[in-house]
């Protein structure tokens, strides 16, 4: 409990992400304690933001974040 706890904030921040990413065509599921979203909006985001560009996936807070569902 004190683990989902400590890694809401981020949680809350990947959902946002991953909800705007959701209006782009991005796809989710749940997988066991996590949320994935991948594809659409997720695989532009990866693909263009400095940080994290040509990543494959990203986690924030208990949210994956993809660029495809595999």
């Known amino acids: 409990m004190l683990g989902v706890l ?4 981020w949680t809350a ?6 909800g705007v990413c959701l209006a782009f065509g991005a796809r989710v599921q749940r997988c066991g ?7 659409g909006g997720v695989r ?3 693909g263009h ?8 996936a990203v ?12």
């Open 13 to 18: 921040v990947g959902l946002v992400i991953g």
């Open 44 to 46: 532009w985001l990866l």
């Open 59 to 70: 986690t924030v807070g208990h949210v994956v974040l993809a660029t495809t569902r595999e």
């Open 49 to 56: 933001v400095p940080v994290i560009r040509r990543a494959a």
């Open 33 to 39: 304690g996590a949320v994935a979203f991948w594809g």
């Open 6 to 9: 400590w890694a809401l904030p």
